[in-house]
Every structure is written in C-alpha cells, then in structure tokens.
C-alpha cells in the first residue's frame, strides 16, 4: 500500500510540474517602454496575437476611475501580495500615479482598486504654461523587484515653496520603506559660483531609471520658462537608503549668457534616460542660447552619454545645425534616445534618436562623435516631426532588428542592416493617423519571441471638441509596403489641448493597459476567446 500512495504521490508531483512549465511565466512591467534600452517591446506576450486581436473577442474589459490626469506609464507586476487595505493576499497589480499625487495599485483582472493613496496636493502649473491642471506625480516611477519596491517623485508644496521628494514605497502596502528623500542638489559653475537647485524652476517629466543600484531623474523646464533660473539635471540616489550621489550633471554650468537664457533642458516627452550594457546613462537635450554651445559648459541639442556615478560626461552627439534647431526652438529633446540591443558585425552598439526637426539619426552608441565632430552618425532619416520615442523588435521573417519610427502622423517599420556599415530602410509604413497636438506619438511592440509581433500606438486628442485618444493595432507580418491595421478603438480621453498626451500603450500578459485623463483602461480578450495565461 505504502508502494501505491508513493507512486501516486510522485505523478501528482509530475502532473504539478508539468502543468506549471505549460503555463507561461507572467510578464512584469516594472520601467518605462519594458527596459532601460526603452525599446519598447514585450517579448513575452504569449496570450495576444494578430489573429485573436483581429476578432470581436479583444475590446474593452474594464474601465477604472482615477482622480486626475495621468502623464506616466502604467507599470504592472503579477503576484503581488498587497498587506494593507479590504484586499489583501496575492493579486496582479498595475500600478498608475496621477497628477493628483494619488498612487493606484488596480487588480490587473477585474479592476477593482486595492490601495489607493495620497501624498498631498499637488503644485499649481505656471501660468505661462497655459491652462493646465496642478502638477504631481509628472513622470513614470520605477520598481525594483529584488526588494518590491516602488521608486517615485512626488512634487508638493512645502511652507517654503514647491519641492520635489523621492520615495521608495513598499509594492504591497505603498508605505515608505525608508524616510522620502527632499531633492536637493548644487553645482559650481564656470566662474567658480554655486548654483542651487530650485524645484519652483525644474519640471521633472522624464522618467525615472533604475540602474546600476541607483535610481536616476532627469529635470527640465517650465515651458521654456524663467530661463535664466531653469536648467536640464541629472541626479541619483543609491537604492534602498535613498542617499544622494555626490556628483550631479547640470549641462548647462556656464555662469552667464546672452539675454540669461540658459535651460538645455532635459525633458524627452516624459521617456526617461536610457542605459547601455556598461551602465553608462544616455540622454537628449533641448533648447538653450545658440551662441553659447560648447559641448563641455553648454550641450544643448544633443544626445548625452554620461556615467554611472554621474562624475563624467563621456561623450556626446551633436547634430550640426545646432543653432537653428535652438534659433527656432525646434528641440532635439522632444523625444528620447533608444539603445539597440547588441548587433551582430562591427558596429555591435547602436542607438537612435529624433527630435522636432523630423529627422532620426543612427549612431554608434561608442563612437558619437564628441564636441568637437558635429554630425558624426551613421545615418539620418526623415520621419516627420518627433516628439515621440522609436520602438525596437526582431522580425520573425528574416531575424533582422527592425526599429519602428512614429514622427507626424505614421508609423514607420525600418529593417536595421548590419554588413558593412549599418544602416535603416523603410519596409513598411501607415497611411495618415489622425493624432492632434503636436505630432508624433508613442509605440509599443508585443510578441511571442519572435513570433506574432503588434505593433500598438497610442495617438493624441485631434482638438478639444474631440478630446479622444485612440489604441490602434498592427500587424507587420502581412505582405506589402502598407501596415496592416488590426485594431482601433477610442481608449481614453485628453481635455488638455496646452499639455501634449505622452501616453504609452503597455502590453503584457494578454492585457493592454491605457491611462489617460482620470481614467485607466483595460484591454483584452473577452471570456469567450480568453486563453489560459
């Protein structure tokens, strides 16, 4: 008998065994746009696919109120056990923060809010700014799950003016975990002064990276505002304790300018500093005064590459009409800069970036050229005005790198070639997308490896009689120079026609995931075509 229960035993176990390697592991989405190269694409979806997203059976699943308007990414991570509130024990949470200094943690399933807290009201906007609402929660936080932990800057009013704080909030109960760090910060200028950061001047829009055992911020300006106070920054603090790192990058340190403009501002349409292999931090920078450019003092208009203890800015692309793009505040911040993962030939480090003027530039991300070579890139390709960031994907049809552009008013899908030089063509493209404000948007990819790519986008509200944000779904696989368009749906509302709608489509474990104006939306497949995840 003794024989008989221990062979049940162990094919109960194998049953247990075999079952858990059938069913995919769940995706966490813990960073803006998937990962620190800001890619943009998911991997590891195995439950969506052009086929069952092209059916009446994926639409709107759930509709979650929020309190104000959301300008981060969502973040999700399954198996989550929340300790606080009337919901407690294991759930898969998407995590929203709003402008109302409000962070969500939302059953990822049936949308209900399982804690839901507050941490002050938020900063008016500056009248220059235009009509817009108060400012909190302003950029995508991380999380780091080595110690489920939430990173975030909330931006509050104190007793001597606005002030921004770091917090590191525990995933299950959104309680500090250590006492929230004031964010302070000073750099010498040229002329051997001290400038101190001032959080009444510095907009903290990009979001936050988490890397190297730190957490970064990058900040920028009000609107171009109070330029001769306002300045792009990059700071740090080490995790777990939150104590700052001792060296900052300020990029613009010159001690006086033409008309005290300075800014060089770090701001990318919310998309946050990227990492390469090396940990090394790399960025874009906005408009400052044309005549101070020098690429040490002042590096406006550039991609930045700077490293990890943020002690040295090690190189840096510049492209050469630099001061036109200043001279008609037509930034090359306006969108971020994306790593390639690593390639095969030669050139095995690439990254890409475009900005206002329309044009994407190619780079090879350990070469850029420096101060002193203008325009050192691989190519340069025109796709419309970006404030926008690209997406990265591996076709399944050839294995080749595909990076996917979404300048003005379409979605581009270049084929990157690795022999010789490296280089992008345009294998397929989308007829006109109607988006408003200003032009580009933001992309994501899912797929299963390499099989059943979506590209997803995210456009923005046409005018404010029609405040709409539409979800859109490609599918690239199918044959000609036309991408196909499997889905398209109105997901969210943008009554905000002065703050442009930086919203990110996030795909994962067969759920789409869109926050917009006071709202969450949840996108999926309805029961009747669900699959198991």
């Known amino acids: 008998m003794f024989a008989r229960y221990f062979r049940y ?68 991570v399954p198996g989550v056990v929340i300790t606080a509130g009337n919901y407690q024990g294991k759930h898969d949470v998407v995590y929203v923060a709003t402008e109302g200094n409000t962070i969500f943690a939302i059953d990822a399933e049936s949308g209900t809010v399982l804690l839901q807290l507050n941490f002050g009201a938020p900063v008016n906007s500056p009248p220059v700014c235009g009509p817009s609402p108060a400012i909190g929660i302003h950029s995508t936080p991380v999380i780091d799950l080595s ?26 109960s959104l309680t500090d975990k250590v006492p929230a760090q004031l964010v302070a910060a000073s750099h010498t200028l040229t002329d051997g002064s001290t400038f101190a950061f001032n959080a009444t001047y510095q907009r903290q829009r990009p979001a936050l990276l988490l890397a190297n055992g730190n957490v970064y911020a990058a900040f920028g300006s009000f609107c171009d505002a109070q330029a001769n106070l306002s300045r792009g920054w990059l ?36 998309a946050g500093p990227a990492a390469d292999d090396s940990g090394n931090i790399l960025f874009v920078t906005g408009n400052s005064q044309y005549q101070t450019y020098d690429g040490i003092t002042n590096i406006q208009e550039s991609v930045v590459k700077v490293s990890s203890t943020l002690n040295a800015t090690l190189d840096l692309f510049t492209p050469s009409d630099q001061d036109s793009l200043d001279l008609g505040d037509t930034d090359f911040g306006s969108g971020g800069v994306m790593v390639l ?36 890139v691989l190519g340069s390709y025109s796709i419309g005005p970006c404030w926008c960031g690209e997406s990265y994907f591996v ?114 474990n067969g759920e789409v995931f869109v926050a917009s104006s006071r709202q969450l939306q949840i996108f999926g497949l309805h029961a009747a075509g669900k699959q198991k995840k």
Request: hydrophobic share 35%.
């Open 341 to 376: 993962p690593d390639q095969p030939g030669s050139t095995p480090h690439l990254a890409v970036a475009a900005g206002k003027a329309g044009v994407m530039f190619l780079m090879n991300e350990d070469n850029l050229g420096g101060h002193s070579t203008r325009n050192k």
């Open 9 to 76: 035993g162990a094919c109960l176990i194998l049953q247990m065994l075999i079952g858990a390697l059938l069913v995919p592991a769940q995706t966490a989405v813990t960073t803006y746009r998937y990962d620190n190269n800001r890619t943009g694409w998911n991997p590891n979806e195995t439950v969506l696919t052009p086929a069952n997203v092209n059916t009446k059976s994926f639409g709107l699943l759930q509709t979650v109120p929020l309190d104000a308007q959301v300008d981060g990414q969502p973040l999700v």
């Open 395 to 508: 076709d399944p049809k050839d294995g080749a790198a595909r990076v996917i552009s979404s300048g003005g008013k379409s979605v581009k899908v270049w084929k990157l070639h690795t022999s010789s030089t490296p280089s992008l063509s345009v294998v397929s493209s989308t007829a006109a997308i109607p988006s408003g404000q200003n032009p580009g948007f933001f992309t994501s990819v899912s797929s299963n490896g390499n099989t059943n790519p979506i590209l997803w986008a995210l456009t923005r509200p046409s005018s404010l009689a029609n405040p709409a944000i539409y979800l859109y779904a490609f599918n690239p696989e199918v044959s000609g120079t036309t991408l196909k368009q499997i889905f398209r749906v109105a997901a969210g509302a943008w009554p905000n026609p002065s703050n442009d709608s930086n919203q990110v489509p996030v795909v994962a």
């Open 235 to 270: 700071l740090g603090w080490s995790t777990g304790s939150l104590t700052p790192l001792p060296p900052n990058q300020l990029v613009d340190s010159q001690a006086t300018s033409p008309d005290s403009y300075f800014l060089s501002s770090i701001w990318m349409s919310g």
């Open 147 to 172: 110690s489920n932990t939430m990173y975030v800057l909330i931006y509050t009013n104190d007793s001597t003016g606005p002030a921004y704080r770091i917090h590191g909030l525990d995933l299950g």
